[in-house]
């Protein structure tokens, strides 16, 4: 089991910028994936960003590419999204998550963005609010 929780969320202005951490306890060995997703009022959760645990490697959704950055500190066990320029479309809840698979890869099509479903573990989430 792995325990994820997350903080950082909070009220913005646009074009500030946010920090979000990721604190993930338990069984993180088995973790080969983490990611962060958003879900605003109203719509479906969508994928923002992933890492690999061990490699290091980083994908983004086009929406967020230039603006946020992920990064993990593995002798914390945390993960972070730095969000620069927000923009009130930014406005969400967002929540982390844990993969013990490699579910972000990459085809000769670009990138395949990951399903909600392939994530096995979820933080509660954390609420940012970004005004015009």
């Known amino acids: 089991q792995v325990y994820l929780r997350e903080s950082g969320g909070g009220v913005v202005q646009a074009g500030d910028s946010l920090r979000l951490s990721c604190a993930a306890s338990?069984?993180?060995?088995?973790?080969?994936?983490m990611a962060w997703w958003r879900q605003a009022p109203g719509k479906e959760r969508e994928f923002v960003a992933d890492?690999?645990?061990?490699?290091?490697?980083?994908y983004y959704r086009e929406a967020v590419k230039g603006r946020f950055t992920i990064s993990r500190d593995r002798t914390k066990n945390m993960i972070y999204l730095q969000m620069d320029s927000l923009k009130p479309e930014d406005t969400a809840a967002y929540y982390c998550?844990?993969?013990?698979?490699?579910?972000?890869?990459?085809?000769?099509?670009?990138?395949?963005?990951?399903?909600?479903?392939?994530?096995?573990?979820w933080g509660q989430g954390t609420q940012v609010t970004v005004s015009a």
């Open positions: 890492i690999n645990w061990n490699g290091g490697a980083t």
């Open positions: 338990g069984s993180t060995r088995g973790i080969d994936d």
């Open positions: 998550a844990a993969s013990i698979s490699v579910v972000a890869t990459i085809s000769p099509q670009g990138f395949n963005i990951p399903d909600v479903s392939e994530y096995n573990y």
